[in-house]
């Protein structure tokens, strides 16, 4: 790249071309250096580390403490963290440094300041676009599993799977976390007489663990597999994260149940949703 990053003593950082002269003291510069820089400037100022605390230890009210007694100083670090945020790329290489951005981007928008979130948006969407084309001019290539069922997915996205005694679940991932196709089979203690599921119940448990932070637009029906299917379709902001767009559609048969998942970043839902339509296509359980 002919682009690099530095973080400077006083810890401001800034982007430079190659023609630029590195004229100050330089505790890092380069790609490579991404995590080091992170890391350097959440243990230099207070403000981050108490954000990076609360993200680590699952406490938002830490951190929110910590940016809303701190402003000015807060607006200062996440500017420089924005460009290690870009530098990071669709790639992801820090995972940690995109959700202290995200994070950050919260606080700042609900104390009034909202072009930082404003700013990551745009840059989301940027590599979320390279990532979709990418994705459309490769191959496809069929997944297969134990959980009954095979899909289509682009031969760049990787799988992993979770397991539970009733649940079995298969994530494909793109390179953003943020952007996957979740298959769920589930095992049924009772012979499902109909293929419809209710999607009350996951829609009352979301409302009261996330608030006003959810927000579900709509139930609707539609077919997988050849089955006819229910879904929901609903907005979530976990702190960290971006604003996520997802739709579950599913059915059941017999003792067992299918569900299939789509999620992207409430601003990329629908460039990505004719390429999830595809992958939904050629779901088939066996």
Do not use: C
Request: no cysteine.
């Amino acid at each position: 790249s002919n682009k690099a990053v530095i973080l400077y003593k006083d810890n401001h950082a800034k982007t430079l071309q190659s023609k630029d002269e590195l004229d100050d003291p330089i505790l890092w510069a380069g790609s490579f250096g991404i995590a080091r820089a992170a890391k350097g400037l959440i243990a230099s100022t207070p403000v981050l580390a108490a954000v990076d605390k609360a993200l680590k230890d699952h406490n938002d009210k830490v951190g929110r403490t910590a940016v809303t007694a701190n402003l000015p100083a807060a607006i200062q670090v996440f500017a420089n963290l924005e460009l290690l945020w870009k530098a990071n790329e669709g790639k992801n290489l820090d995972p940690n440094l995109d959700a202290l951005g995200w994070m950050g981007a919260q606080y700042l928008r609900d104390l009034k300041h909202p072009e930082f979130e404003a700013q990551l948006i745009k840059e989301q969407s940027f590599r979320s676009k390279k990532e979709l084309d990418e994705a459309n001019r490769g191959q496809f290539r069929r997944a297969t599993s134990d959980g009954g069922f095979t899909i289509e997915i682009p031969d760049m996205w990787t799988q992993s799977q979770d397991r539970d005694p009733d649940y079995q679940q298969y994530y494909f991932h793109t390179h953003s976390p943020h952007i996957f196709v979740m298959v769920e089979r589930g095992r049924g203690k009772q012979f499902a007489t109909s293929s419809a599921i209710s999607w009350a119940g996951v829609d009352r448990t979301l409302s009261e663990k996330f608030g006003s932070h959810y927000h579900r637009i709509g139930f609707g029906n539609g077919v997988l597999s050849g089955m006819s299917s229910t879904s929901l379709d609903y907005e979530i902001e976990r702190p960290g994260q971006p604003r996520l767009k997802s739709r579950i559609i599913g059915f059941r048969r017999g003792f067992d149940s299918y569900t299939l998942k789509i999620a992207a970043p409430v601003a990329d839902f629908p460039t990505w949703e004719p390429l999830f339509e595809r992958v939904k296509g050629t779901f088939i359980a066996n």
